[in-house]
């Protein structure tokens, strides 16, 4: 099944919370350049977090930017107003900072998503929503590859902000008729990841360790099976949903091609970055050690069933498109 | 099996957040003249919510209310000092409420938890935590009776933002030793439940028709059959599972001794209160509909084989206790 037509974009009124970050500006990009729509981004640009004004260098002057926060509860009500689509992506991904600073993440992961879910009911309540969710709702699993009945144990405050936070925008599609759907999005990576520090995932560590010819650590014996989304099938996935009125109402699953071990990750890494580092297996770190969850990798199938969607791109070339970038663009991602 | 002793209660000081309203002041009142414990009342007396004075009459004397709102995040850190014994029950419990001002319900029932539980995590990391949860968090049931498996499917703001707080304290036991068990009611019901408006649920709403000889409106046939806690046995809950080692990390149901149907528990209140009222069958209001969630209630084996706790008091005796008390005390409670 071939993917839906994404020409409902063509002059729709779109905006993409978290549109300065990782996955947010590739889909802005999609969505201006070859898909025609009228995209408005909103970010913080919170120092620590994934946005960068580089990310959209090449569609600055065809998108509007409002530089905003999402805890704001006033400017959303009016930012919302006419969206046709509104790609969710705006959040507090680190699980790290979330144990750091749990109320931090709670604001933003769920105090936010509620402001601009009542944004909505007031002001447009047409708009048809897809939230960024995260398989690390789901815990330490229980079986895999974890589907979306497995139960959701999140073991960070993260998950369980994104639980909630999934749960209201699936509450106001069914109670208010706001048309929302969430997608669960595993290891994703590409271009214009965070590369400032290291507490965004491990995927973005290994990769700029390797680039710099750093040693990488992987803890335990590294055979925890991870799965891993290319940044593009990532935003495909993101426009399949918000075309599809299946999907709404539902969360589901955003996976990979196949499951690959933390130790195979980290070896690709060095082998394509070519810079001469290694891969050194540690012990788990006590603070890491709690919140370690074991192998998980996810089962998309039903996201394919309703939409047609599927990985296209594998490990190694995301991988290669990943460090062709950064060796050409990496100085505005090493730095501020 | 018979219940745990409660000689560990004796000399222990023991915090009971929400403590003037309906559970924790019986719980208090239990604590101080039975057990004698050193018991530390937090309540904020918000005028729509539960906290009365009038609930710790003949306890005034001997315990220390400190009035004071559970968001207030740096009272907290001072006042779990110390405490060998926290049951946390303040909150935000009107589900109704919760829809018309979910950010309210996401401060109390969320960030308030995450303030409580950081405060134990810095100044008092060997306490053991009680936390009041809610049967609200299943959803609609997916089978009955509901069992601690049962997928968390909230269908109200209230709901999800339980099932973070829930979750919050079973992460602090997991992660930090922060002893913290969890336990999810059904219907509570006996003297000192709020009388003064109709959005703490139904059975609050029953027994004051009743009592007032007014018509009680059962939606659709009354035939969803709901579980019912006398106030004494949810008492007797929370103190069996705060001396049992083994309930500690986990979230278990509190249930009745049978399930009710609501045309029976509203003719029940009807024929105990004897002021003439009746039971009308009345279609679902929109509103009321869209969170409805069917017959629902819980299997407590659970709570059972660790502590021995069941339930003692029918439902017919529980009301006429009610009935009993509300005609002696009841302009306490239908005015502020």
Redesign the interface.
Known sequence: MPLPSFQPYAGARVLVTGGLGFIGSHLSQKLVVELGADVTIIDSLIPEYGGNPYNIREIADAVHVNYSDIRD?WSIRYLVKGQDFIFNLAGQVSHIDS?RD??TD?DIN??SQ??LL?ACRENNPETQIVFAASRQQYGRPQFVPVTE?H???????NG??L??GE??HL?YD??YGIRAASLRLTNTYGPHLLMKHDRQGFITTFIRLALEGEPIRVFGDGSQLRDFTYVSDAVDAFLAAGVTEAVYGQALNVGGIEPVSLLGVAELCQELAGAGGTVEMVPWPPDRA??DIGSIYVEHARLTELTGWEPQVGLREGLTETFAFYRRHGDHYWSE
Do not use: H
């Not at 139960?151 to 405050?157: G, K, R, W």
């Open positions: 509860p144990m749990p109320e709670l769920c105090r509620l402001s009542e009945e139960p959701l144990v999140p073991v960070d405050v369980i902000n639980v909630a749960r209201y509450l069914e109670v709690k919140i």
